[in-house]
């Protein structure tokens, strides 16, 4: 498919630029629209959020109490006072330790709750987001960069939720009130303590100016690379058959240098970071410790006090530098955070992905009086009408030219070609996958890109060539079709397709786990299962795009018999990959160049001598043409 850059969203920045034929990423949000964005996520919590905010201030308070004991035992130690003050002043350490450790964990927990909380909302618009975006979309973008944010990215972001938001924040309350007990103590100590500010506000911005585009850089990536690791496993059996493993193998280690080069370059950010913070703490220290020690000679501070007051300041190394630190996972999270939220911005689309659940291809069919009689499916006309439509993925590349198309209600259409003769890309603009760039295509009398969500799915199914079993219980796959359905519509629907035989003999029956990490399906039950959901779903429109494509030979006739049974009653539009389905179809529409160049049942193209006559001679004389 050729590529054309996507639209920019109103609260994100325009996709990464990508080489010529390359993919066009999914948006990254911007600073401010993240920013934004937590906001949202942590509003529906205040409570919470204020809840924790005033634990962590209490047990941030009562540790401050450690340094003025401390403070108090060396002046009862210098000035020879009694064993039973000094007792006391040890007894009131214990118990502050006892007392920050209790509000700490209190503390931490509700922040923790309060991050996982926002969390998983965020997944939840996440997952909403990504199954909503249109199909072309994700195709330009690429499987690659949509696996990199679900996992790496939720992952990344997960992580700093668990341990660096609840560090952070306990540490920026302990400096804060840190510089406020130094003033306690004496003015001149915090400014002596202040010393050391410009040189870590220098680090900080230093570091944040560089990190920023370095890590979101990285993370595109980890997403290009992600998608080159796909494209070559995915696509092997081709690269072996061309002998392309050199060339693949080096675009692999490009992408992995790439990353590497990315990550070298973040190792040595850091150590110049922590460089920084090395000369911050010596001379905001050292100006702490001559402060003391004039205060001393000038009989305005005691020993204990000026021991408070470095021992208050050699406390802030640890937060300072937890602070200061946190920023990597901080930037690393807002970099991963930033690209979820330009997903999660993205306009969903009327009309949803389709689930990719392939059915084997129609076969030739026994005539109507031989199968069971099927009732009326859905309500309403889903005449399909195509007028004029022409598409182009690229302007001024069209690829299909001027279509005249009329699928009656209940009639069964093959579409038949060459590959490129773009059949797949009219059943796409039928699906309503996108709109089509010049004339109309209507279901019903109305636009397939204009269906609500819950209209298009109870209207149309589009069955392609993907495969998929969703991990749980067999009976949880088929209620994805039907989430009402009872245990009696489940076997019926298995029934019907023929498949419960073999649903009844697995271990658990329908309650057996498949998918991954459970009973594996073979092809076979897999289609029809994809079956058995088709007609739980019972759409009175279904386009099958080459959904047989993959199919062996072996069980084939039964799979074509149940093929016939799930659309039987339906308007069906067929993208058939084997003629026996043209064979059988009410009427072929033969294509070429994006152009419709004959139409007419199996006998009359046969007869008319033309391109289908070629394709069906050709095809008849190697393969099993069917009854």
């Known amino acids: 498919?050729?590529?054309?850059?996507?639209?920019?969203?109103?609260?994100?920045?325009?996709?990464?630029?990508?080489?010529?034929?390359?993919?066009?990423?999914?948006?990254?949000?911007?600073?401010?629209?993240?920013?934004?964005?937590?906001?949202?996520?942590?509003?529906?919590?205040?409570?919470?959020?204020?809840?924790?905010?005033?634990?962590?201030?209490g047990s941030t308070a009562v540790g401050l109490l450690v340094q003025p004991l401390l403070g108090r035992i060396v002046d009862l130690a210098a000035g020879r006072g009694s064993v039973d003050a000094i007792t006391a002043a040890g007894a009131l350490l214990v118990a502050v330790a006892v007392a920050q450790g209790a509000t700490s964990g209190l503390g931490l927990s509700l922040v923790s709750r309060l991050g996982e909380t926002s969390?998983?909302?965020?997944?939840?618009?996440?997952?909403?987001?990504?199954?909503?975006?249109?199909?072309?979309?994700?195709?330009?973008?690429?499987?690659?960069?949509?696996?990199?944010?679900?996992?790496?990215?939720?992952?990344?972001?997960?992580?700093?939720?668990?341990?660096?938001?609840?560090?952070?924040?306990?540490?920026?309350?302990?400096?804060?009130?840190?510089?406020?007990?130094?003033?306690?103590?004496?003015?001149?100590?915090?400014?002596?303590?202040?010393?050391?500010?410009?040189?870590?506000?220098?680090?900080?911005?230093?570091?944040?100016?560089?990190?920023?585009?370095?890590?979101?850089?990285?993370?595109?990536?980890a997403g290009a690379q992600q998608q080159q690791l796909l494209d070559t496993i995915g696509g092997s059996s081709t690269v072996r058959a061309f002998r392309l493993e050199r060339e693949h193998t080096e675009r692999v280690t490009e992408r992995s240098w790439s990353v590497v080069t990315l990550t070298m370059r973040g190792v040595r950010l850091v150590l110049g970071f922590y460089s920084r913070l090395h000369i911050a703490e010596y001379i905001g220290l050292a100006a702490v410790l001559v402060t003391g020690y004039w205060l001393v000679r000038q009989g305005t501070a005691s020993i204990g006090t000026a021991t408070?007051?470095?021992?208050?300041?050699?406390?802030?190394?640890?937060?300072?530098?937890?602070?200061?630190?946190?920023?990597?996972?901080?930037q690393s999270a807002a970099a991963g955070l930033a690209r979820l939220v330009g997903v999660t911005d993205e306009p969903l689309t009327s009309v949803p992905t389709p689930t990719p659940t392939p059915t084997p291809a129609p076969a030739p069919r026994p005539a109507r009086e031989a199968e069971p009689a099927a009732r009326p499916?859905?309500?309403?006309?889903?005449?399909?009408?195509?007028?004029?439509?022409?598409?182009?993925?690229?302007?001024?590349?069209?690829?299909?030219h001027d279509i005249d198309l009329t699928v009656r209600q209940g009639e069964r259409v093959a579409l038949v070609g060459a590959s490129g003769a773009g059949k797949t890309t009219l059943a796409r603009l039928?699906?309503?996958?996108?709109?089509?760039?010049?004339?109309?295509?209507?279901?019903?009398?109305?636009?397939?890109?204009?269906?609500?969500?819950?209209?298009?799915?109870?209207?149309?199914?589009?069955?392609?060539?993907?495969?998929?079993?969703?991990?749980?219980?067999?009976?949880?796959?088929?209620?994805?079709?039907?989430?009402?359905?009872?245990?009696?519509?489940?076997?019926?629907?298995?029934?019907?397709?023929?498949?419960?035989?073999?649903?009844?003999?697995?271990?658990?029956?329908?309650?057996?786990?498949?998918?991954?990490?459970?009973?594996?399906?073979?092809?076979?039950?897999?289609?029809?299962?994809?079956?058995?959901?088709?007609?739980?779903?019972?759409?009175p429109l279904v386009i099958l795009d080459e959904a047989t494509a993959e199919a062996g030979s072996?069980?084939?006739?039964?799979?074509?018999?149940?093929?016939?049974?799930?659309?039987?009653?339906?308007?069906?539009?067929?993208?058939?990959?084997?003629?026996?389905?043209?064979?059988?179809?009410?009427?072929?529409v033969v294509m070429d160049s994006g152009r419709i160049v004959e139409t007419g049942t199996h006998d009359e193209l046969r007869a008319a001598a033309g391109r289908y006559a070629a394709l069906w001679e050709a095809w008849s004389d190697t393969r099993d043409p069917g009854p």
């Open 119 to 221: 969390l998983a909302r965020l997944r939840e618009r996440f997952v909403e987001r990504a199954l909503g975006l249109p199909l072309e979309r994700v195709e330009k973008a690429g499987a690659g960069d949509l696996t990199a944010r679900v996992t790496a990215d939720v992952s990344l972001i997960a992580e700093a939720v668990r341990n660096a938001l609840p560090e952070l924040a306990r540490s920026l309350l302990t400096i804060v009130l840190t510089l406020g007990a130094l003033a306690l103590l004496d003015w001149r100590f915090l400014l002596a303590a202040l010393l050391a500010v410009p040189v870590q506000a220098y680090t900080a911005r230093w570091y944040v100016a560089r990190a920023v585009p370095l890590y979101a850089e990285q993370r595109v990536a």
């Open 377 to 400: 499916v859905g309500s309403g006309n889903v005449e399909v009408t195509v007028c004029g439509l022409g598409h182009a993925y690229r302007p001024g590349h069209p690829v299909l």
């Open 430 to 539: 039928v699906a309503g996958i996108q709109p089509p760039t010049a004339g109309t295509v209507l279901v019903g009398g109305v636009p397939p890109t204009e269906l609500g969500v819950a209209d298009h799915r109870r209207t149309i199914a589009l069955v392609t060539q993907e495969t998929h079993v969703f991990a749980g219980p067999l009976a949880d796959d088929l209620r994805l079709a039907k989430s009402d359905a009872t245990e009696d519509e489940l076997r019926a629907a298995l029934d019907r397709v023929s498949a419960l035989g073999w649903a009844d003999a697995l271990p658990d029956g329908l309650a057996t786990v498949v998918g991954d990490g459970g009973h594996r399906l073979s092809g076979a039950q897999t289609q029809a299962l994809a079956l058995a959901r088709l007609i739980l779903a019972d759409p």
């Open 1 to 57: 498919m050729s590529e054309s850059r996507s639209p920019d969203t109103p609260h994100g920045t325009p996709p990464p630029a990508s080489p010529v034929g390359g993919p066009v990423l999914l948006p990254v949000a911007t600073p401010a629209r993240t920013r934004a964005a937590v906001a949202e996520l942590v509003r529906p919590q205040r409570r919470l959020a204020l809840a924790a905010f005033t634990v962590m201030v």
């Open 308 to 330: 408070a007051a470095a021992l208050y300041f050699h406390s802030l190394f640890t937060p300072v530098n937890a602070a200061l630190v946190l920023l990597d996972d901080a």
């Open 554 to 588: 072996a069980g084939a006739r039964a799979l074509e018999k149940a093929v016939a049974r799930a659309v039987d009653g339906r308007t069906a539009l067929i993208v058939a990959h084997r003629l026996s389905q043209a064979a059988t179809a009410d009427r072929i």
